[in-house]
């Protein structure tokens, strides 16, 4: 059985070492599992007989970080108002540095948490679920999904609220920091490269599942009371939504079963989305994504830019993402502009200056004189072939991307937009409609109405349930596709639950905002509106969505996990 122990991260201590024979053949990203060995690295050869086949030795290891207590989880994890059910697990929270690659294919490393259910309880016990679980965007360099409950570390808030909504609720939880992050030794991160992000999932599951059967083999204690059940779950927010659909795709053309998923509030129209931004429709955290996309489109096509200075301008055109100074502190310094993404208006650019203004109210955001991230004529080209081809999302005359784009960053956002994709396992797609950060109606409502047209095209007997978690406005809809109005979680209760609390909780975000101007002296009826507003403005994606959407993937997730 695991042990509780103190709620003090412990010395990290490398446990085991584990090896798997894996076959790789360059460029490709396919792999070949041959055997697990007892031995000190994991070998990369190549598969089949190519003359240019090589050997490449990287470790998966495992290390202790740390291990919690029921009473611990319920009692130090400051959830708030998350909807969090109290735990009924002990959990031990463990690192693996696992072998993956980059956006190119290149060898490299990266690390993921894997949180182990311990107990009494029947529920910690035995065969276990595995939850697979993909985070969402950082600029961080040390984000490291391990560090749960340590208020050091920029993962805290993500890591603590999955390790207590599934790790303590009985799952056994791999999450990847993805390569490019904590320990990885790649030196970029391969954002939204879809095939990459799959494959480096795909290889935290692999060795997740390789430490676990090592580990009972030897009789670790801390691993024989529990094992893998074979179902096998996958869930992930906004970055994380695009990564969990991409992974689904890449198992699901690889014949692995996966149970159910539920990706929540991703860009998975990734090009109509880049289109809206371009055209105008700037979001929240712009400046966040901007660069980690390019870079990371740029190491996989090698056809974004000659050098970062032909897409980024002079005086941001040299920072590198992720960093190891918080994206606050790269902007106090200069060194990246806090939302503004392009030239304002006039931009002595025909093109961009007739381009209507944006409807969105923050989208002015977006823009300044002089401070501002992408360079005007490479904003230009890309706008123009946008006109030239358009996005038929964009032109309301369809819901898939430009049949021919010319632009090479359209064609790279085209090439890993997710629009398409029909998952033939139950899912739950979750967001909220009014998000600033990734657009609902161009990501989660495209995705809506591809996956509505297949089956009503094809007769496919799909289960697939749309949560909209925001009820203003006459919004909030819960769409059901194919069998999904059959299942259990699908009850009144459980929804108006999920979205009662939603509301609640974004009340409690403008009256704070209010409460605290007027404590400032603030009257102007006018200027405490704009209080609230903003303060739901910066909360929405990170934290009132994501909030919601992770109660309803537990619920969704528990009535695959119980059913007979």
């Not at 030897?218 to 992974?247: E, P, R, W």
């Not at 909030?476 to 109005?485: F, L, Q, R």
Request: proline share 5%; aromatic share 8%.
């Amino acid at each position: 059985m695991i042990k509780s122990k103190s709620a003090t991260r412990l010395a990290p201590a490398v446990n085991t070492q584990l090896s798997t024979s894996i076959i790789t053949k360059q460029p490709k990203m396919s792999r070949c599992l041959l055997s697990v060995a007892i031995t000190s690295s994991l070998l990369l050869v190549g598969c089949g007989d190519d003359d240019n086949d090589r050997v490449v030795s990287y470790d998966t290891t495992v290390e202790t970080i740390n291990a919690f207590s029921t009473d611990q989880i319920d009692n130090g994890f400051g959830l708030g108002n998350t909807a969090t059910p109290d735990a009924k697990c002990d959990i031990k929270i463990e690192k693996i540095n696992y072998p993956t690659v980059g956006a190119a294919g290149e060898r490299t490393n990266a690390t993921a948490a894997l949180m182990l259910p311990s107990g009494d309880s029947a529920d910690c016990q035995g065969d276990r679920p595995i939850l697979l679980y993909a985070h969402g965007t950082t600029t961080d360099k040390d984000y490291d999904f391990s560090q749960v409950a340590n208020t050091q570390n920029p993962a805290v808030a993500e890591a603590t609220l999955i390790a207590a909504n599934f790790a303590a609720q009985g799952y056994i939880v791999v999450a990847p920091n993805y390569a490019g992050y904590d320990d990885s030794n790649l030196e970029y991160h391969p954002y939204l490269v879809a095939e990459q992000q799959a494959t480096d999932m795909a290889d935290a599951l692999e060795g997740a599942r390789t430490i676990i059967d090592r580990q009972q083999r030897v009789n670790d204690t801390d691993y024989t009371s529990i094992d893998d059940s074979g179902k096998l779950f996958i869930s992930g927010y906004s970055q994380g939504g695009h990564v969990a659909m991409a992974t689904a795709r890449l198992l699901e053309q690889q014949n692995e079963p996966v149970t159910a998923i539920a990706p929540s509030s991703g860009p998975y129209a990734l090009a109509a989305f880049g289109d809206a931004i371009f055209a105008g429709n700037v979001n929240i955290g712009a400046t966040r994504f901007a660069p980690l996309l390019a870079v990371g489109l740029d190491k996989k096509y090698k056809n974004i830019y000659s050098n970062t200075s032909d897409i980024f301008s002079a005086q941001y055109a040299n920072t590198q993402l992720p960093s190891m100074q918080t994206f606050g502190e790269l902007v106090n310094a200069g060194k990246l502009p806090d939302n503004a993404l392009f030239q304002s208006k006039p931009t002595n650019n025909t093109i961009l200056d007739q381009l209507p203004t944006s409807n969105l109210p923050f989208a002015f955001l977006g823009f300044d004189d002089d401070k501002y991230l992408i360079k005007t004529d490479f904003r230009a080209a890309y706008v123009g072939d946008a006109l030239q081809n358009p996005d038929s999302l964009i032109a309301s005359t369809g819901v898939l991307p430009a049949a021919n784009p010319q632009n090479n960053l359209r064609k790279a956002l085209k090439d890993n937009d997710l629009r398409g994709y029909v998952p033939k396992m139950p899912a739950l797609l979750c967001g909220g409609n009014q998000d600033p950060t990734v657009f609902y109606d161009i990501n989660t409502g495209s995705m809506t109405a591809i996956i509505q047209q297949a089956g009503a095209a094809s007769g496919a007997n799909l289960n697939v349930t749309v949560l909209d978690v925001d009820t203003r406005g006459n919004r909030g809809a819960v769409t059901p596709i194919g069998s999904a109005m059959s299942n259990p979680w699908m009850s009144t209760s459980i929804i108006d639950n999920i979205q009662g609390r939603f509301s609640a909780t974004l009340t409690a975000v403008q009256n704070k905002a209010i409460a605290d101007a007027q404590a400032a002296g603030v009257t102007d009826p006018t200027v405490l509106a704009q209080a609230a507003g903003a303060a739901v403005l910066a909360s929405y994606h990170g934290g009132l969505v994501s909030a919601a959407c992770t109660q309803a993937t537990r619920e969704f997730f528990d009535q695959e996990f119980t059913a007979s």
